[in-house]
């Protein structure tokens, strides 16, 4: 139950008012690298609560801090930072792609 709350809180950002930013692009891809991640009940609240800060600051546009905050997110999880660069070298073509 908990990871789900935390992908709607991901899935809830307001992306169109983002215009694809830095913020929003490391927001899907946390959520792509929560998949098949289990969390214990005191990650997805420490989760819950630093993606809600996240949030509020990918909405002010406030890129830089928001990145902060999603890596730290993904650090509690054990996942590499990101530097909010795309990693050109190491994600497979095909998984760009969108079906149809």
């Known amino acids: 139950?908990?990871?789900k709350l935390i992908l709607l809180l991901v899935i809830s950002l307001p992306f169109?008012?983002?215009k694809a930013t830095g913020c929003s692009?490391?927001?899907r891809r946390l959520a792509d690298d929560l998949q098949g991640i289990p969390l214990?009940?005191?990650q997805t609240q420490q989760l819950a609560s630093i993606l809600f800060d996240a949030r509020k600051l990918c909405f002010a546009q406030r890129?830089?801090?928001a990145i902060g905050l999603i890596n730290k997110a993904r650090k509690?999880?054990?996942l590499k930072p990101s530097t909010g660069e795309f990693d050109w070298e190491n994600v497979p073509?095909?998984?760009l792609e969108i079906d149809d």
Do not use: A, W
């Open 25 to 27: 692009t490391e927001v």
């Open 63 to 65: 890129d830089i801090k």
């Open 16 to 18: 169109s008012s983002l």
């Open 1 to 3: 139950m908990g990871k």
């Open 40 to 42: 214990t009940q005191r």
């Open 76 to 78: 509690l999880l054990g």
């Open 93 to 95: 073509l095909e998984s």
